[in-house]
T-cell receptor, first 113, second 114 residues
């Protein structure tokens, strides 16, 4: 069966510090991968998606970036965090092909102080 | 996109009653729709999905209804239980399926009173 992992689970970082969040998927190959951000009490905002190694599409211009160094690894980064980067970050995957369910990870709670 | 306002719409129901959660979607060309359940501090979990060639689909205690004429989606939960308390999101596939990208609705918070 497939599983998706995210770490860390929680993170408190000062403004201006760097960020690296990691997401890995097990039990599947060549998945589509997604990063979402969820502000408190709000819906999900798609940040990045990837259909293959090294292929990243950005949905929202901001100070975040994403990379996919391996088939089942998706990383969200920032060089300098802003207060507005605080939120709940969710990674998701789905098999390639037509429309279908996305499977979400447990999320990372990021607080920028 | 982002929700407008600071608070999610809330639906409060009595345990054992039926719940109906509504969602208006944005793109008349969307061909696939999903309902997710998100408990506090966790990632969303799949509940049920429906394709645009259907009007209704039933699962265990849940039914999704799709009205393409008015771009409306609803989730019905039968005999609501305390464990159903969560935020419910609808999502539509908006890019023709090539990437499987979903656009999420604002979410509705369901509170079940024992």
């Amino acid at each position: 069966s497939q599983t998706i992992h995210q770490w860390p689970a929680t993170l408190v970082q000062p403004v201006g510090s760097p960020l690296s969040l990691e997401c890995t998927v097990e039990g599947t190959s060549n998945p589509n991968l997604y990063w979402y951000r969820q502000a408190a009490g709000r819906g999900l905002q798609l940040l990045f998606y990837s259909v293959g190694i090294g292929q990243i599409s950005s949905e929202v211009p901001q100070n975040l970036s994403a990379s996919r160094p391996q088939d089942r690894q998706f990383i969200l980064s920032s060089k300098k965090l802003l207060l507005s980067d605080s939120g709940f970050y969710l990674c998701a995957w789905r098999p390639t092909g037509g429309p279908g369910e996305q499977y979400f990870g447990p999320g990372t709670r990021l607080t920028v102080t | 996109g982002e929700s407008v306002g600071l608070h999610l719409p809330t639906l409060s129901v009595q345990e054992g009653d039926n719940s109906i959660i509504n969602c208006a979607y944005s793109n008349s060309a969307s061909d696939y729709f999903i309902w997710y359940k998100q408990e506090s501090g966790k990632g969303p979990q799949f509940i049920i999905d429906i394709r645009s060639n259907m009007d209704k689909r039933q699962g265990q205690r849940v039914t999704v209804l799709l009205n393409k004429t008015v771009k409306h989606l609803s989730l019905q939960i039968a005999a609501t239980q305390p464990g159903d308390s969560a935020v419910y999101f609808c999502a539509e596939n908006w890019d023709g399926g090539s990437q499987g990208n979903l656009i999420f609705g604002k979410g509705t918070k369901l509170s079940v009173k024992p």
